[in-house]
């Protein structure tokens, strides 16, 4: 089994920042593309942005120069250190990591998710 668990969502004002963390943990060989997403009210889940396992990222044009995803590949952990937030990055945050397992078999993995609400 793999698990993702994201953790460092909570409630901040305007300009303010929060470091999201997701590691993944259980029976795991290898992680290729690791990246965050989110998910606003009403609205469909989007690409915040992603990280390859040799450290080349990608990211959604609201979020550049904002967000700076990483990855610490020997906890087998990625982040998401979001500064000058907005009140328009309100969601839902999460991670998803595509896994080889040690049973070989390579899947897309989510975590349960992490709430940002940024205020006005």
């Known amino acids: 089994q793999v698990q993702l668990v994201e953790s460092g969502g909570g409630l901040v004002q305007t300009g303010g920042s929060l470091r999201l963390s997701c590691p993944a943990s259980?029976?795991?060989?290898?992680?290729?593309?690791m990246g965050w997403y989110r998910q606003a009210p009403g609205k469909q889940r989007e690409l915040v942005a992603t990280?390859?396992?040799?450290?080349?990222?990608k990211y959604a044009d609201s979020m550049k120069g904002r967000f700076t995803i990483s990855r610490d590949n020997a906890k087998n952990t990625m982040y998401l250190q979001m500064n000058n937030l907005k009140p328009e990055d309100t969601a839902v945050y999460y991670c998803n990591a595509n896994i080889k397992a040690l049973s070989r078999f390579i899947n897309d993995y989510w975590g349960q998710g992490t709430q940002v609400t940024v205020s006005s």
């Open positions: 259980g029976s795991i060989l290898s992680i290729n593309t």
């Open positions: 990280i390859t396992s040799g450290g080349i990222t």
